[in-house]
């Protein structure tokens, strides 16, 4: 997958949140989206998703020199956020079988697999509402990282994760991330110190 930014612009009533953006995500590379606090790093990551309508500008996605309707993108990503909830009165493992009825996993991974290599095999039949919010973080780990999509979004992916949590985290992008379009939206370099390139949503105001 390709993402190709020219001079989009987003904006929320009369305030623009980001303007003359032009750039071009390419497979394969990792790139970090930094700024302050509510400069909107999450509204571009929102709007590379495919999920949110920009303003002005262009945005375009393509995989192998196709171009993807924009209706479909969502088939090719996953997204790791603050905002999106899991689904507290399943179990985990309920929780990822129903997630796999929208989207398979990475070739090779099951459930188990997935509920294990994020270290929640021992709380795996407890309801997520039971879990604790590091352990509820790894769920949401688990969910977007090893679904089988070729654009992989997070939001300060290591919110709530103590320092074995950050390793995991590290050792899954570094395992799972290869060839695929990672994007990382943070001020944390804990989250996004393997990243590439490094973008200043200020740059863009
Ligand atoms: N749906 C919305 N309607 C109106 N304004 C919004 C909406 N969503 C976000 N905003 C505003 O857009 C700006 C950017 O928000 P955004 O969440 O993208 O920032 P951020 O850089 O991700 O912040 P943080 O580092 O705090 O997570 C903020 O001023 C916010 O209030």
Not at 89 to 106: N, P, R
Request: aromatic fraction near 12%.
């Amino acid at each position: 997958m390709t993402i190709s930014l020219s001079d989009t612009g987003k904006r929320f009533n009369r305030e623009w949140i980001f303007r003359h953006f032009s750039y071009q995500f390419i497979q394969g590379h990792s790139y970090a989206i930094t700024g302050a606090n509510g400069s909107g790093k999450s509204t571009l990551l929102q709007v590379l998703s495919g999920s949110m309508h920009f303003n002005e500008g262009k945005c375009d996605w393509s995989s192998g020199g196709k171009s993807i309707d924009p209706e479909k993108v969502f088939q090719q990503v996953s997204i790791c956020a603050p905002y999106l909830e899991v689904v507290e009165e399943m179990t985990v493992t309920e929780f990822l079988d129903f997630h796999q009825s929208f989207k398979s996993f990475l070739p090779g991974v099951t459930t188990a697999s997935a509920i294990e290599l994020v270290g929640l095999k021992a709380a795996a039949d407890k309801q997520i509402r039971y879990y604790s919010s590091g352990m509820k973080q790894r769920v949401k780990l688990a969910q977007c990282i090893f679904s089988d999509t070729s654009l992989v979004l997070l939001d300060e992916p290591c919110t709530n994760l103590d320092l074995t949590g950050i390793d995991l985290y590290n050792s899954l992008i570094e395992q799972y991330g290869r060839n695929r379009l990672v994007i990382v939206c943070s001020n944390d370099k804990t989250e996004y110190g393997f990243c590439e390139e490094i973008i200043n949503i200020m740059d863009y105001k």
